[in-house]
């Protein structure tokens, strides 16, 4: 069976999860905790853990790691549901959402914001590092604002089509919401938008997921916020 | 007239060079220091700034951002000389690689190292961050580890083909190898490698580039070290 390790809170392990269940491929899901130095996923994967992929082939069973590794895979050995557009430079508008989720977001905001949740509410560990969120939260609406202006002119995110750059921003907001982290009141085109991707039955699967102990914000799951 | 913005020992702006000429791709080059609020490279791209790739198509000028969305884009866009191999799972293995680059070399190695050097020798600003230079050095070690492991069972880094994986590398590379950071004796197969991507045309012509005021170490452009 084809399975993916993943970890709940990790944006891009719900990335993944998303993107298998849009193209309606069957999959396992394996729980591959950050805080475990030798989970599986660490071994399949030394540098960077999870999301790894183990998928079955026609030559047998394959490993792939690492978010946009995955992702570019599985829109090209499994073309139905196609998550990229046709055109090379509609593709390349998809990529640079995912370039910026990765060279920016992830350091700006994951590494302050995010962490301090998961650091605070989840593992109960150390002193919320207040500088940090102060820092995160800035840079999250100026992202928010860059959100805005792209939603506020097109459907999806890299222009007509829903493709891996709405599952990937979704993904990201999604657990930063799941702490009440995102201001959305200031940002009505980008909360139109994550509505309408949460409406997709790929992510209503994600939103049940809950952590042991941390209740989600309460507006989390709804479809009307 | 094909451009690309770019700035000299920016890693990702040289694996688009030299994506570029492995292709036999013609293009001009323009300077987009990271250190110009307003170059015009963060006009095009306000996330980022260079690399930014201005091509001419049959349907007009197209701007396109983001490291990998430019590599991905030049190898869907001009086929000849494919930079990456044709099996799904292969592609996969090329785009692990300039993940980990991306997700773990970039905070752990450019941030602390690279961007010392560059604010201690270029810049001459601030005072240098020992403790920084300690943790790169050490994570740099790592990852070099790694590179050894893949280089000693695999002629690429991907496998059997020269891909998007080696330029990544080797140009991450060779801007710390500019200021003498990297180790190399401790690593044969890895400096092998090097060396024959160091012997590439679309490899000379970048080793040829000098910062003003710092010369690279004696190695840094020889073929013999």
Redesign the interface.
Known sequence: MRTLYHWMLDPYSRSVRIALAEKKIEFSLKEASPFEDQSEAQKLN???GAPVLVDM?G?GR?V???????L??LD??YPGYPLLPKA??D???A??V???L???F??DVNETILKERIMMRYLRAGRPNTEALRLGAKALEGYLK?LEALTAVRPYLAGEDFTLADISVAAHLSCLDYFGDVVWSRFEHTSDWYLRMKSRASFREILKDSLEGVLPAPHYAELDF
């Open positions: 030394p540098i960077g082939t030559a394959v792939i790691s690492e978010p946009r590794a995955i570019e895979y090209e050995v090379p430079v593709r390349a508008e990529r640079w995912m370039g910026w990765e060279r920016g992830e350091a860059h």
